[in-house]
């Protein structure tokens, strides 16, 4: 079983910058992917960025150009830059690992919001 732990929400103004942080923990067996969902009220969750073993990076349209997914293997974190921020953006983000032999865990869900 691996649990995640999330943090880096907050409130920031359209066009500023927020780094989230999750740091998988527990049983770590053998870890496919990592990335990150996010959700807002009354909309359905959607992947935002997802990277898979050593491969590169990928987003949804919505974001590219303005999050960066990166990882630190050693300290099983996985990190989502984001820059540029829109109200669009605000949601609560959710770290998502899935692991081979143990499925896949979610994050407790961080809460981002955009607003002036």
């Known amino acids: 079983q691996v649990q995640l732990v999330e943090s880096g929400g907050g409130l920031v103004q359209p066009g500023g910058s927020l780094r989230l942080s999750c740091t998988a923990s527990?049983?770590?067996?053998?870890?496919?992917?990592m990335g990150w969902y996010r959700q807002a009220p009354g909309k359905q969750r959607e992947l935002v960025a997802n990277?898979?073993?050593?491969?590169?990076?990928t987003y949804a349209d919505s974001v590219k150009g303005r999050f960066t997914l990166s990882r630190d293997n050693a300290k099983n974190t996985v990190y989502l830059q984001m820059n540029s921020l829109k109200p669009e953006d605000t949601a609560v983000y959710y770290c998502?690992?899935?692991?081979?032999?143990?499925?896949?865990?979610w994050g407790q869900g961080t809460q981002v919001t955009v607003s002036s």
């Open positions: 998502r690992t899935i692991d081979t032999i143990t499925g896949g865990s």
């Open positions: 527990g049983t770590i067996l053998s870890i496919y992917s």
């Open positions: 990277i898979i073993g050593a491969g590169t990076p």
